[in-house]
């Protein structure tokens, strides 16, 4: 009773409660004693701190000055009339001992007393809020952050931003393993499926032998001197008398191989060996008009060979009893043989004439084709079904397995009828190989083009696929996996549709849901599954003639017995090159697709987006240096295809042109050829071009693109690196599954019911959260709830030096930081001139009116 007597009004004893113990003393634990002691001394009016000052001396028996741990006891058993535990009284001495000497002096006792009651402790955190208002001009250090989300908060607005922005970050991040995955099982099975490598061989291995070894022209006089050398090939067929000449002394001996081929010298005996007759009977003219007597040969008796070359019995254990007959590249064998037809077109009447009567005598071609310049392997491909198989020019099968003399015959009796007529304007000679041991077929494709030029163009275009996609189950496995990944795509993006449907409704639901990241997910999972389907397809292709070929026999002439299977074949051959060259295309298309994925996780890493930000931010000042840059790239191709688009085929189109300009701006060019048009023109479109193009507008678009990448850098210098921020997402996941902490998807939610909303503007949002809002009212440990505010406080101020700096950068701030040191060394020559001119007036008669004594001031 004395001890409540002597306090009296000053304190009421019961505040040293534990169970009064609240955000008060939440906020000891953050502010330093210098400053709770400047609160406390300013809070507390001077005669109650003299009052204090007598009780505390009365508390200190010992009068050394401060209060122990056992005197605080004393007092609140004695007041309390019950024990106080031990733990109340260290946790008492643990927030109040600034010093940690284990005693309290006046000035932390007076702390105590500031920071007890309900009303005091209100005026307490208005004044430590005051005082941490008062530095916020000055950066925040991680304490004193703590020490603002405390007693001042943060807007809710910026929260929900911190918390969308971790979130965003986070669900990148967790995307770039996951598009790796696709991005690798992707390459993995298409490399297998097509295996390129043995594509690409099978295929050079067919081009190099048609190229160098389908030759004619021979120098010795064929077919009664053997050839010894074919000085003209495939790309010197001028004329349809060459094309004739190609086809039976060129194609044939290497389609139809009929004996093993031995050295120049033993070739030259056999030849010598036989007759006249043979000869000509060989290159296909029927006996019976052969109306002479066969000639001895020219050693007659003396043949050192007369049987030929002998077979050794392992070449006929390699080859089989049909030895060569119907093999190709000695591992290969010749499908069904040869399928040549045509596009043909009706001539017509010219309908050119002069004054006199026609220019022209004859008839000529309909403009139907349009075969000017070297169509590429597309074009070709597609055959006009309407002027194919006409008359005159029908559809001809050279079978596999034939003799020389029968095929040679065959090609002889088609140039007697002129197959090939002027009328002619694409010839097609498809050949199918077939690789078993690799289970390839190769399509190998010769084209003849007569355009009205009256030029041949040659194209020889093997084309391989594999039979069978599935060799091994190791490819269905990795097929599945990757269809497995793309499926769960498919279903959290369509998860993330229902939850916007189910909150804000089908119409805004949609709305809110549909933006460029989203766009590129369902892009990338739509071609995913057209690809799909279109890989169904080619496979349904490909099992058609695998069973048309298990039809066949290798030792019937031209495969099938049947003509109509025969015609299938080639058919099911034709549209599968073609489905292949589209889904070729299709599949290197896809990994487009995939890095549009990887730049959307980019984005939400700093370091990573730096790429992706700078072009971004540079893409309306790249955008209008297009405009300009377009223009003049323009204007130089126009003049290019005027001054040699007559010379040069490359330069022929204003696309090929475009084209062929571009490479040149790259290097690409041959200074040969282009002033072979004439120098002087040349030398002034190359040296313009040049100057202009290479070395000013090149240069111009790379110091835009860096210089908003020197601003890009500049706000990314502290950004956190990649495994950075994975390990903090991975220690925020631990913290989640130990419940030490709540997801922040959960947090964003009892913020903000409409989460998926980012653009709304509450009422709400204005208001300030405080450490004790989300530990209160929604359950969150201190620890994540101050990491939550003061991430969020750093994030506001970061936005706000963006702002102050306006968006400048490096340069630009570096120029104005100049501008201004010159501006202060103008100033400071002035002010020394106009010094030196007041020490002059100082020591001259004094001022005579107030004017002058003003500006002598100045």
């Known amino acids: 009773s004395s001890i409540r007597k002597s306090l009296g009004s000053i304190c009421n004893i019961d505040d040293f409660e534990e169970e009064d113990e609240d955000e008060g003393d939440q906020i000891l634990t953050q502010l330093s004693k210098g400053k709770l002691t400047e609160i406390a001394v300013d809070h507390v009016p001077q005669s109650e701190r003299e009052q204090w000052k007598e009780f505390f001396d009365r508390l200190d028996t010992d009068k050394s000055g401060k209060v122990g741990i056992m005197e605080l006891k004393s007092l609140l058993e004695k007041e309390r009339k019950k024990q106080v535990p031990k733990a109340e009284m260290e946790r008492m001495m643990k927030d109040y001992d600034f010093n940690q000497d284990g005693r309290l002096d006046f000035e932390e006792f007076l702390v105590l007393r500031a920071v007890t009651g309900e ?47 971790e979130l965003n970050e986070t669900s990148a991040c967790l995307q770039l393993p996951w598009a790796a995955m696709i991005f690798i099982f992707f390459g993995v099975s298409v490399m297998m499926h097509f295996r390129f490598e043995v594509l690409f061989a099978l295929d050079e291995a067919i081009t190099f032998d048609i190229e160098e070894n389908a030759n004619f022209a021979f120098s010795g006089n064929v077919p009664f001197e053997n050839g010894r050398m074919g000085h003209k090939t495939l790309y010197d067929v001028n004329t349809i008398a060459d094309f004739w000449s190609w086809m039976s002394m060129g ?170 007529s002027p009328e002619t304007a694409k010839i097609e000679i498809l050949f199918t190989v077939y690789q ?50 793309t499926l769960k795509l498919f279903v959290e993006e369509s998860w993330e549709i229902v939850k916007h449907i189910k909150q804000l409704g089908l119409r805004q639901g949609l709305w809110q849901y549909i933006d460029v990241p989203n766009f590129v997910d369902w892009v990338s999972i739509l071609y995913a599954f057209v690809m799909v389907v279109l890989w169904v397809l080619y496979c349904q292709e490909l099992r058609e003639i695998r069973d048309l070929l298990t039809q066949g026999n290798p030792e019937l002439v031209g495969t099938w017995a049947d003509a109509s299977v025969r015609e299938q074949f080639y058919e099911t051959v034709h549209q599968t090159t073609k489905d292949t060259v589209q889904m070729r295309v299709t599949l290197a298309i896809y990994p487009f697709v995939i890095i549009s994925r990887f730049f959307k996780a980019f984005s939400a890493q700093a370091r990573l987006a730096m790429v992706t930000s700078t072009l971004s931010q540079a893409a309306v000042d790249i955008f209008h240096f297009a405009i300009v840059f377009g223009c003049i790239f323009l204007l130089y191709t126009l003049s290019a295809v005027i001054l040699w688009g007559g010379e040069k085929e490359y330069f022929a189109t204003f696309t090929r042109a475009f084209n062929s300009v571009f490479r040149l701006m790259l290097g690409d060019f041959d200074w040969e050829e282009m002033h072979d048009v004439g120098r002087p023109q040349a030398l002034l479109w190359f040296w313009t071009f040049t100057w202009l193009v290479n070395f000013i507008m090149l240069n111009m678009l790379l110091a835009i693109i860096m210089d908003i990448y020197g601003d890009v850098k500049a706000f990314s210098t502290n950004a956190p690196t990649l495994w950075h921020q994975a390990h903090h997402i991975w220690n925020r996941w631990k913290l989640v599954r130990q419940g030490k902490a709540m997801r922040l998807s959960e947090v ?65 701030q570096m120029s104005r930081i100049e501008t201004k040191v010159v501006q202060i060394h103008r100033f400071l020559q002035a002010y020394a001139r106009r010094s030196k001119h007041l020490e002059k007036s100082s020591r001259g008669p004094p001022p005579q009116n107030e004017q002058a004594t003003r500006e002598l001031e100045l």
């Open 251 to 420: 194609l044939v001996p290497i389609f139809w191989p009929q004996s093993w081929d031995v050295n120049e010298a033993r070739a030259n005996v056999q030849i010598a060996c036989s007759d006249a007759k043979s000869a000509l009977q060989g290159f296909g003219w029927p006996s019976q008009k052969l109306k002479f007597t066969p000639s001895p040969a020219a050693i007659g008796a003396a043949c050192p060979e007369p049987q030929g070359v002998q077979w050794s019995q392992e070449s006929t254990r390699f080859f089989g009893q049909r030895k060569l007959d119907g093999h190709f590249l000695i591992h290969s064998s010749i499908v069904g043989g040869a399928r040549i037809r045509q596009e043909r077109v009706s001539a017509e009447e010219c309908g050119v004439t002069n004054e006199d009567g026609k220019i022209h005598a004859g008839l000529c071609n309909p403009d139907t084709f349009s075969y000017w310049l070297q169509p590429d392997f597309n074009q070709l491909l597609e055959f006009s079904k309407k002027y194919e198989d006409r008359s005159g020019g029908e559809t001809v099968y050279l079978l596999s397995r034939q003799q020389q003399s029968d095929v040679r015959a065959a090609v002889r009796a088609l140039e007697d009828r002129q197959w090939f």
């Open 119 to 165: 009303k005091k402790q209100d005026n307490f955190r208005a004044k430590a809020q005051q005082l941490l208002k008062s530095s916020t001009t000055r950066d925040l250090g991680e304490k004193d952050r703590i020490q603002t989300v405390h007693l001042q908060g943060v807007p809710k607005a910026w929260v929900k931003k911190y918390i969308r922005k």
């Open 748 to 812: 964003l939610t009892l913020l903000d019911p409409t989460d998926l909303v980012e653009d709304d503007e509450d009422e709400e949002d204005s208001e300030l959260v405080l450490v004790e809002t989300l530990t209160d009212e929604y359950n969150l440990k201190i620890r994540q709830a101050e990491i939550i505010l003061v991430e969020a406080c750093k994030m506001m101020d970061s936005y706000a030096k963006k702002q102050n700096l306006g968006g400048m950068s490096e340069h630009r």
């Open 436 to 485: 078993p041991r690799n289970n390839i077929l190769s399509a190998t494709y010769i084209y003849f083009i007569l355009n009205e030029a009256g030029h041949i163009h040659k194209s020889l275009d093997p084309f391989s696929f594999n039979l069978n996609p599935y060799g091994n189950a190791g490819l269905y496995v990795i097929d599945i996996i990757w269809l497995l990944l």
